[in-house]
């Protein structure tokens, strides 16, 4: 089990529910089933090695936090060598599946995500800089492109307007947990937006990207036309309940409120359901187009 914990199982089922619906997406109906599977199983060796590597780089801030102290090279049930070698061999494994069972350009994608979250996120960005989870956030949102390559073999508008959605979507997912956690991040000097600025700075950023996430999503279906009516009104009806719960947040942080009444969990929580709907949309839509 400690293994299988070091691939961070529930962010690659995150990672996964964008992937699939762009493959839908792209074959404009079902593609092959065959052919998911193996873009499935590659994408969880390929973000279970960077996932890995991200544990084995980040043990020693790790033991420091209450948040990932039970982490399996923290508690000793995986020894640092063992994990090293487990997230290199993942990496190596899920490249080699791509290029065989898919195609070069999505291993190539897949490798340059890993790549990507070990290098530049966790070794370069994470302990440097408030705007780490920023920039880092594009390994994630690499999944639609590998998505759409394994069905075409080619890039096109469609998936980048959807990395453009997940790019804007990662820091307001993402800072209100570090509001949360926040003295966790400033124990170990990680310089987390929530760290290094107050709780009124951090919504009002998270506010910003959420309109920006929201209005881009629309894109899919105006400007570019790849969606029928029923992906912009599942857009718009879930990017306005975002922007609710976004707006709610600010205003709570802009009177001074704090502790649990913040409930700044409560847009870490409906992020992860809003992607997933939105995804779903993007699925259903070619059955509709």
């Known amino acids: 089990m400690g293994f299988v914990a070091l ?24 593609p092959s089933l065959w052919l998911v599977l193996a873009t499935v199983v590659g994408g969880y060796l390929s973000a279970g090695g960077a996932n890995a590597l991200n544990m084995y780089i980040d043990r020693d801030i790790d033991a420091l936090m209450h948040r990932t102290e039970q982490r399996p090279l923290v508690t000793g049930l995986v020894s640092p060598t063992e994990g090293l070698v487990f997230g290199i061999t993942l990496s ?67 998936p980048f307007v959807l990395f453009l959605v997940l790019f804007f979507w990662t820091p307001p997912h993402y800072w209100p947990l570090s509001m949360k956690v926040k003295d966790d991040y400033a124990r170990v000097g990680v310089p987390m937006l929530p760290v290094v600025a107050g709780n009124q700075v951090v919504a009002r950023q998270i506010v910003l990207y959420s309109w920006v996430m929201v209005l881009t999503s629309l894109t899919l279906w105006w400007p570019l036309g790849q969606t029928s009516w029923f992906y912009p009104v599942v857009a718009a009806a879930l990017g306005a309940f975002w922007l609710k719960e976004a707006h709610g947040l600010h205003s709570r942080a802009k009177a001074g409120i704090t502790g649990a009444k913040l409930k700044e969990m409560r847009l870490f929580h409906w992020s992860i359901t809003y992607a997933t709907l939105l995804f779903v949309a993007v699925a259903v839509d070619p059955f509709l187009h």
């Open 92 to 158: 190596v494994v899920s490249t080699v599946w791509f290029a065989v069972l898919v195609n070069p350009l999505s291993a190539a994608l897949s490798l340059t995500a890993i790549l990507y979250y070990v290098f530049v996120y966790t070794l370069w960005l994470k302990r440097r800089t408030a705007q780490n989870i920023v920039w880092g956030g594009v390994a994630g949102c690499l999944q639609v492109f590998i998505g759409w390559s394994a069905v075409r073999n080619e890039l096109a508008w469609a």
């Open 7 to 30: 691939t961070k199982p529930r962010i690659i089922e995150l990672l996964l529910i964008t992937t699939v619906p762009v493959m839908f997406l792209a074959a404009g109906g079902v």
